[in-house]
Every structure is written in C-alpha cells, then in structure tokens.
C-alpha cells in the first residue's frame, strides 16, 4: 500500500519507475545508519536516456530542468527501493548534487537542478528543503544533459 508521499506523488501525476540496473560496479543506494545514499541518477525513462547533449546548446533552461525532474522520479524510485517501498521512512532530503553537461559559457545550472528540488519540496514539504550543489560538467555518462544525486535523513 502507497504511503503518504507516494499518494501526494501521484496527486502530482508522477509514478515512480522500476530502479535502473547500475551500468558498473556500483549500487543505486546505500544506507549507514539514519543516511540513505542515492547514486547519480540519470534521465532514464523507459529504459532510454530522455535528454543527451548540452545545456546552451542542444537545451534550453526549460529542457534542463524537465530533465532534474527525471533525475529526481529516479533518485525517490531509488530511494523506495532501499526502503522496503516505504518513502515515508524518508525524514528529511539532506542534499542533492546536480551536475550538469553544459557549455563554457552556460551559468544557469541552478535554474536546471531546480528541477529535481522542486520535486523534493512536492513530495516532502518543508522536510524536502536541502543543501545543494548544481555545477557544470564537460561531459557525463551515455551523454546525458544531468545527473543528479541524494542524500536523505532516514528512520
């Protein structure tokens, strides 16, 4: 039976995936102690990159952050993983790391990594506020335009 969080996603229209098979050697999470950790989660959606290539030059701002948003369904199908299927175990969204494949010149990463905070902030409410990191990166796996990773206070 969906929780809290999962009945406040689907009011959102958002139903989260199965969790993607890791493409090396590496786990989607890890918990130690009240932490869960995410591993970067990228665009996937039905098993396709949704979004390769650059910010400020293939996408706009818009796209950029459609595609966190993706990034983010991944890290909470993530997260509901490592959790038996129980998001309500999630306390807080500690931090989240964006990484955006973006051009010399593009500086709105933030405005692109939003895109994965807002969905936080739907999902959590106030527990969903967090640190965050949003940078731009030369290149990132499969050529995909964000990656996005997660820290969260578990119980």
Known sequence: MA???????????VTLPNVAAPAANYVP????????????????????ISHTGKLGAEFKVEDGYACARICAINILAAAKAALGGDLDRVVRVVKLGGFVNSTPDFTDQPKVVNGASDLMAEAF????KHARAAVGVAQLP??????????????
């Open 3 to 13: 929780g809290s969080i999962e009945a406040r996603l689907k009011e959102k229209g």
């Open 29 to 48: 999470a890890v918990i130690s102690g009240t932490m869960l950790y995410i591993s970067g989660q990228v665009p996937f959606v039905d098993g396709k």
């Open 142 to 155: 499969l050529g995909c335009a964000v990656e996005v990773e997660a820290i969260f206070e578990i119980r």
């Open 125 to 128: 409410g106030d527990a969903g």
